[in-house]
């Protein structure tokens, strides 16, 4: 069968999850989840669901109980209220359709299913009694109900409208249907209704209607009624039946002598048309079964209606197609001992079976009869799924009261007034009055002797009144229970409504307060014994109670203050602020705020006032703590003024100044905000990484500042800062902690604007820089100078002396490359050389003085420059010139086209390779010792740095390879220039 689709209202998300899980694990689709009542209308207009779940409480101007209403009338959509525990309007509005928060899945699937069947029995229950008002239109035929006791009337819409009624004019009293009646009439109406007051039987009258345009109008009455066990007639209940047509057609017949009988047949199969519609639209199902073949033979509407079936198919079928809990042996034998005239055998609590599969309760009576020689059954099913349904809520009401009465702490009973016993007595009086609960059962006034002798009058006084009066009334008293144990008990009853509105019964509810009283007492100690005062107002701000501390503080005496109210106390409320005030704190239930008192002397005390509602019978109190804060105050003011002191000089410093509190701005000041270019609101609450141009300067500030700090007390750096605009500058920061050795609280610091301090030194030093690199310039010029003067004396030695040649063109080549290299620095702005350039100059030196005449070509792959550290210079530029000039002399030839030298790799790693024809390395040839290494390579060898070079030597057929491979510190990526 399809589920219902259902819609959920509810703002709650925790409801929202449990009911939408619930609906997906039982297959109920979900068409939607709406928060508001507008919301809900708008989705049932669109969707139409089954049912709504709805929260009774909703946000906004339509409520649930609103929506709920709109819903039902509009669409005619069922509605099941989630509804809080607190929420006693909506539950006692609809009881039987409430869901009381929280609940279980049990709980709410029971209340889903129950909502739903109300639903549909409260659809069929209306289509039955418009079925039933129909066929009282039709045959002519009105109902009604006589309550005697408080002389009530009860009719339907067709008994209003033979007596030519409606229900807004119909007054509900019987002295209206028989004012209606012909005068003449009226003395036999009212002796028929004396006699079945008295006993007698019930009979059919015929009147006739007093009626403006038809002055005659005939109606047939009849009557029974109903008696108590005593005898006593409790109400009237009956039919009233047009028969005007049937009269004036007897009166025809009588006029023009025909036959009676004949035209009764006549009047007879109209009637029974009447009838017939009448039977189709009863609200019980009506059946026909031939016991003999078990078929049946006819049904009324209202038995198709409910079956699922056709007329047609439903007098194929038998009694026990419908009945799954008997087959046709067995009905058998229930018609058998019908026909019998067995003793309960025609009332049976069974179930019918729908054509679609579907079952549903019933009760069904069996009645046999004889037609046309046979012994029929007629049988009349009533759907009793409302009644079990009201039944199970009974129990479970039930169940709940029982549970509830017998595990609660506090004594509950019911009581009847008129026969002055007990109805109920909850098991928690044994364990209150030490007794056992049959006393009180025997002898309703049993309880009365535990009262306490000084107590027992007024509690008898109050008990009386109550039953005289049919009031509540709220008491506290004592009792003596067990060994002489004095317990103080609070008790509160309540009357209990008939259906009349009249109070029969009085329930009530008894609390042990001994502890509470002990409690109590000692709080009152306690309260004594505070410094700090103390008030107990009414609800009208009146003072009830006060304790010492107050009157100290006040300097009123006990019996003044409770002569005062709080109006007449509080400086800054007039008395219609202070009931205000009053009816706020009622509202919120408590409340904590600042005031003045005004003291007995007229000076004025600061108070600080924490207040607390606490409802009652009585209409509650408000138990109000007092606190003296005159010295805070003027603590206050005194900060106050610190801080105004403070915040000037804030205003005043001409540098940056504010408070960090774990690097975050809690505050800074006017010329903080125009140093960086950021408003204040931009700057407080967020971190001081946004002044900062990188990472590393926001990590390196705090480390190094901190580091300060721990170890002086005070950091002060240079960092730089971005302003909001881009621009960097250059600020000088100092901080120092708020709390000593507690970074954690924070601290303040100062930022002074040095950029322009910074530009005029760099200034400075880039001129003193300029002028320096000038002379050094000028210097190395003049050293190259010299040394050129130097080679040439030493080639006119070679001149007059050709025995040492070979030694001065060795002394020579390397004066030269010394000049080579002071020729260079002379020409760069820094004392440190590119190695390419270097490599290059000693290339061109070696290659003129060994009369080659063309330089070798270097092959240079490095991908960037590779700087030489000054230190390095000089020793790199002679073992270079060395090793270039060792390869023309030693090159096999003599033009020097056979040497070759390639430059390769980064300013990590970078090699020197030089390669010349030549014979082989000598077989010996060990660097690292010095051995077979000759002149040139052994002076290579002692002018290698330790540290950042090295020399590799190898052959390769007819060629000799050397490689100078460098590393740091000899070679790094920049030069000087660059890195400032």
Not at 813 to 827: E, K, Y
Not at 876 to 882: Q, S
Request: with cysteine; hydrophobic share 40%.
């Amino acid at each position: 069968m399809t589920h219902a689709r259902i819609l959920i209202v509810e703002d709650d998300p925790d409801t929202v999850h449990l009911l939408q899980y619930w609906l997906r694990a039982n297959r109920y689709p979900c068409i939607g989840t709406v928060a508001t009542g507008h919301e809900a209308l708008a989705l049932a207009n669109a969707e139409y669901p089954d049912l709504v779940l709805m929260d009774g409480d909703l946000p906004g101007e339509l409520g649930g109980i609103e929506t709920a209403d709109i819903l039902l009338a509009r669409y005619d959509i069922p509605v099941l209220y989630l509804a809080a525990a607190t929420d006693e309007a909506l539950l006692e509005r609809a009881p039987a359709a409430c869901l009381t928060k929280p609940f279980n899945e049990r709980e709410l699937g029971r209340a889903v299913e129950a909502a739903l069947d109300r639903h549909a029995l409260l659809g069929r229950l209306k289509a039955s009694e418009v079925h039933l008002a129909e066929a009282q239109a039709a045959a002519h035929i009105g109902n009604w109900r006589w309550n005697l006791q408080n002389n009530h009337v009860a009719a339907s819409d067709e008994m209003l409208r033979l007596f030519d009624l409606t229900p807004d004019t119909f007054e509900p009293r019987f002295e209206t249907f028989l004012q209606r009646m012909h005068a003449g009439d009226q003395p036999r109406v009212l002796q028929a209704i004396e006699t079945l007051l008295q006993g007698g039987e019930p009979g059919e009258l015929e009147v006739r209607l007093a009626h403006a345009d038809d002055p005659v109008r005939m109606l047939r009455l009849r009557c029974s009624a109903r008696f108590d066990r005593t005898g006593k007639a409790l109400e009237l209940l009956g039919t009233a039946r047009d028969v005007t047509d049937e009269w004036q057609a007897l009166q025809e017949a009588a006029q023009q002598r025909l036959d009676p009988r004949a035209l009764m047949d006549r009047h007879t199969g109209q009637a029974a048309k009447r009838f017939r519609m009448a039977l189709d639209n009863a609200p019980d199902a009506i059946f026909l079964i031939d016991p003999a073949t078990m078929r049946f033979i006819d049904a009324n509407e209202t038995a198709c209606a409910s079956l699922g079936y056709t007329r047609e198919e439903l007098l194929a079928l038998g009694p026990d197609d419908i009945k799954p809990l008997f087959n046709r042996t067995r009905l058998s034998e229930r018609f058998d001992r019908v026909l019998s005239g067995q003793p309960d055998a025609g009332m049976i609590q069974t179930l019918h079976q729908r054509k679609d599969g579907s079952t549903f309760p019933v009760e069904v009576s069996l009645r046999p009869f004889a037609a046309e020689g046979k012994s029929l059954m007629a049988v009349v099913a009533r759907d009793i799924t409302a009644r079990q349904l009201a039944e199970l809520h009974l129990k479970e009401a039930n169940e709940r009261f029982q549970q509830f009465a017998e595990n609660i702490n506090e004594a509950f009973w019911i009581r009847d007034l008129e026969e002055d016993r007990f109805l109920y007595i909850s098991p928690a009086f044994e364990t209150l009055f030490r007794k056992p609960v049959g006393s009180l059962y025997q002898n309703a006034r049993a309880f009365l002797g535990a009262v306490h002798p000084d107590d027992l009058e007024r509690v008898t006084a109050a008990f009386v009144w109550q039953r005289e009066h049919r009031q509540g009334v709220e008491l506290e008293y004592r009792i003596i229970v067990g060994d002489n144990v004095i317990r103080w008990l609070w008790v509160r009853t309540f009357p209990i409504l008939n259906e009349q509105g009249t109070v029969y019964r009085m329930a009530g509810i008894a609390e042990d307060m001994t502890r509470r009283r002990e409690y109590d007492e000692q709080y009152r100690a306690m309260i004594q014994a505070s410094l700090d005062g103390f008030l107990a107002l009414d609800t009208q701000g009146r003072i009830m109670d006060c304790n010492d501390a107050y009157t100290r503080i006040m300097g009123y005496s006990r019996e003044e203050l409770l002569q005062l109210s709080i109006a007449d106390l509080d400086f800054n409320k007039s008395p219609e602020q202070a009931a205000e005030h009053i009816q706020l704190i009622m509202a919120r239930g408590q409340d904590r705020f600042e005031t003045q008192h005004l003291h007995k002397n007229g000076r004025l005390i600061n108070m600080e006032i924490n207040v607390h509602y606490r409802p009652d019978s009585r209409g509650g109190r408000l138990l109000a703590f007092i606190h003296d804060i005159s010295q805070r105050k003027q603590a206050e003011r005194t900060l106050h003024r610190s801080v105004a002191r403070y915040r000037s000089i804030l205003r005043a410093a001409p540098v940056g100044i504010g408070v960090l509190v774990h690097r975050v701005f809690q505050e800074v000041n006017e010329a903080m905000v125009r140093m960086t270019g950021y408003r204040t609101e931009e700057l407080v609450g967020q971190s001081s990484r946004m002044l900062y141009p990188t990472q590393a300067d926001f990590d390196h500030v705090g480390e190094e500042k901190y580091r300060q700090i721990q170890m002086h007390g005070i950091g002060s750096m240079e960092t730089r800062w971005l302003r909001k605009d881009g621009k960097v500058i250059h600020v000088l920061l100092s901080s120092s902690p708020i709390v000593e050795d507690d970074l954690a609280q924070g601290v303040t610091f100062t930022a002074l604007d040095i950029t322009a301090n910074k530009q005029a030194e760099q200034e400075r030093l880039a001129h003193e820089a300029s002028q320096r690199d000038a002379l050094v310039r000028e210097v190395h010029h003049r050293i190259k100078n010299n040394l050129q003067g130097v080679i040439g004396l030493l080639r006119q030695h070679i001149t007059e002396n050709p025995g040492i040649q070979p030694v001065l063109e060795s002394a020579i080549a390397q004066v030269n490359t010394v000049a080579v290299i002071h020729g260079l620095q002379s020409r760069l702005p820094q004392q440190e050389l590119q190695l390419r350039e270097l490599l290059l100059e000693v290339s061109n030196a070696a290659a003129a003085m060994a009369l080659v005449p063309h330089s070798p070509t270097i092959q240079d792959t490095q991908p960037g420059d590779v700087w030489l550290d000054s230190g390095a210079t000089v020793t790199i530029a002679l073992i270079l010139n060395e090793l270039i000039h060792n390869a023309f002399k030693h090159g096999r030839h003599a033009d020097g086209t056979g040497v070759a030298i390639a430059l390769n790799g980064d300013d990590k790693l970078t090699t020197v390779h030089i390669s010349n024809p030549g014979d082989s390395w000598p077989g010996n040839l060990n660097l690292t010792t010095g051995t077979g290494c000759g002149t040139g390579l052994d002076l290579i060898r002692t002018l290698l740095p330790r540290h950042g070079a090295q020399l590799n030597l190898y052959e390769d057929g007819v060629m000799l390879h050397v490689e100078l491979v460098l590393s740091a510190p000899v070679i790094h990526a920049s030069g000087r220039a660059e890195q400032t």
